[in-house]
């Protein structure tokens, strides 16, 4: 130090660490940075637990909502979509003109396999699969119409000559009416669409909420630390050295925040699990409900930090810059 | 060393706050800066820490000019330098260890490194024992000498301080001086802005004095 070796001061100059210990002591900084924010984030709890949870709930908000549609596709993805056209006969054709028909229809060219169901066979496999079978005996003439379902060839998929063919059959003096599972399968496509892009906007507006959150706060800190900032700064430190803990304290505010939106979904699903499972079994079905999986988790995680370390960084550019005018 | 070449500075809507200032401050020498209120003394010092830019003139530390500097330099340029202030500027919620320990902790050297300097520093400036004490239990002596400790821990060849004695009484305020003197005598320039005439009689430096911006007097 100075008092002990006077000359070497002159020829030194300002002393530099070599290389390697600096890249060993930058690490150490950021270790110590790290641990130090958050140190610093605790020490008010009671504004870091509230600024938390505005950021847990808005992110929990948008991942609950991404669950609930997926949840409704995955339930309606177990629906095989097929091109077949249900062709439903008046319930006075006899026999013999549904066999005609069926011969009719089998040379279209657009047609691969015609099959019959007949008012028999429906009345038996509705008494197998519904628990209205019952309701069937109780009826003295069999309600249900002879089928004939139609399988056109795999080429004809497009919605327009589907519909040209069903408007066809729905022609025929014979034929009560035609329904193909796409007409409605589309139309619940089109509903999940609908519903993936409100995702898409509520995550986009809770993201921004959690930017501007995240932002805020780090403004606050950065007012409450304006002095410590222009004494490092008095003192040598780079842009970098002065933006680390404030950095850090955005992605401890993004990862905490995540980690916690995920208990309040996880909660929340917990709490539907039980009456889902109740209301599938109406239905005689199966369905399990979807709760976040690991790539979700992750990406709400990663996402969530990289917007407080962004939120924190578009502030800090401004506002360093604003201190620096001073 | 610090050199100042025909500098200027002009305050946007205010007058000169510099006019045509020179001056060179070798190494090793003591230099006091003084004049009236608004003379510019602040004004000299803010130049040489780079915290503002001159207006017109070039300032140069080792052959260095701070005109061409980029932003992302600055903070390299200070580095060499050491700042004192007459409120002290230390960090609060930090120790005496910690306030110390900043400039070296950013210029990234290891922590034993830095341990062995602060302690070094903090004996030099007669504070050992001291440092984990926080600013706020440290007498005004007390607390300045800590900033005088942390301007040096990384052996500046400049040391710049602002009406360093401005809120000690006369024997504290000899005792820092003291140790300015200290510092000249392995290398170190001092530049120190005052308007305490009775100090900087007892010195028997150099001396600058401003009036309205300009030097009156070497």
């Known amino acids: 130090m100075l008092k002990d070796n006077p000359r070497s001061q002159k020829q030194m100059g300002t002393h530099e660490p070599s290389f390697n210990t600096q890249f060993h002591s930058y690490l150490d900084v950021h270790a110590q940075t790290l641990f130090s924010s958050l140190g610093r984030l605790t020490r008010a709890p009671a504004a870091f637990m509230m600024t938390l949870l505005v950021l847990a709930i808005s992110m929990a908000l948008s991942s609950s909502f991404y669950l609930l549609v997926k949840n409704f596709q995955q339930l309606t993805g177990n629906v095989n979509a097929s091109n077949q056209i249900s062709v439903f006969l008046k319930l006075e054709t006899t026999p013999s003109n549904v066999a005609k028909m069926r011969e009719r229809i089998m040379l279209d060219t657009q047609v691969q396999s015609v099959q019959l169901i007949t008012p028999e066979q429906a009345a038996a496999e509705f008494k197998a699969n519904s628990v209205f079978g019952e309701a069937l005996d109780a009826l003295q003439k069999n309600p249900l119409p002879a089928v004939l379902v139609v399988l056109p060839k795999s080429s004809l998929e497009d919605e327009q000559g589907l519909n040209a063919l069903i408007t066809h059959f729905e022609q025929m003096p014979e034929v009560d009416s035609a329904k193909s599972d796409i007409q409605w399968i589309s139309r619940l496509r089109a509903i999940i669409a609908v519903a993936n892009r409100v995702v898409l906007l509520l995550s986009l507006l809770f993201g921004m909420a959690v930017l501007l959150i995240i932002g805020n706060t780090i403004r606050l800190e950065l007012q409450d630390r304006h002095q410590e900032v222009l004494i490092t700064q008095l003192v040598g430190a780079t842009h970098a050295f002065i933006r680390r803990p404030f950095l850090y304290t955005g992605f401890w505010l993004g990862f905490l925040a995540s980690i916690s939106a995920w208990f309040i979904v996880t909660v929340f699903m917990l709490f539907l699990r039980q009456p889902v499972q109740a209301l599938s079994q109406q239905y005689s079905g199966s369905f399990e409900l979807a709760f976040l999986n690991y790539t979700e988790t992750f990406t709400l995680i990663g996402f969530a930090s990289f917007l407080g370390v962004l939120g924190a960084w578009l502030v800090l550019g401004s506002q360093l810059h604003a201190l620096e005018s001073e | ?218």
Do not use: C
Request: overall charge positive; charged content about 20%; cysteine-free.
């Open chain 2, 1 to 218: 060393m610090l050199k100042f070449e025909h500098v200027s500075k002009r305050y946007a809507g205010g007058g000169d706050a510099l006019l045509d200032v020179s001056f060179h401050l070798h190494p090793g020498e003591m230099v006091f800066l003084t004049g009236h209120s608004g003379a510019g003394k602040s004004t000299v010092l803010k130049l040489a820490a780079v915290i503002e830019k001159s207006s017109h003139g070039r300032i140069f530390l080792d052959n260095q000019s701070f005109n061409d500097l980029k932003t992302s330099q600055v903070p390299y340029i200070r580095r060499k330098m050491g700042l004192i202030f007459q409120d002290y500027k230390l960090l609060q919620d930090r120790t005496v260890f910690d306030n110390i320990a900043l400039p070296m902790v950013i210029a990234g050297h290891s922590y034993q490194d830095i341990a062995k300097r602060v302690r070094a520093a903090l004996d030099k400036v007669g504070l050992s024992g001291k440092e984990q004490k926080y600013p706020q239990a440290l007498s005004g002596g007390e607390q300045q000498r800590v900033g005088i400790a942390r301007a040096v821990v990384n052996k500046p060849s400049l040391i710049l301080a602002d009406e360093p004695t401005g809120n000690l009484d006369p024997v504290l305020s000899a005792e820092i001086l003291h140790l300015f003197t200290q510092f000249t005598q392995v290398g170190v320039a001092v530049l120190i802005a005052t308007h305490d005439i009775a100090l900087i009689n007892r010195m028997e430096q150099r001396v600058i004095t401003l009036d309205h911006g300009r030097l009156i007097r070497e």
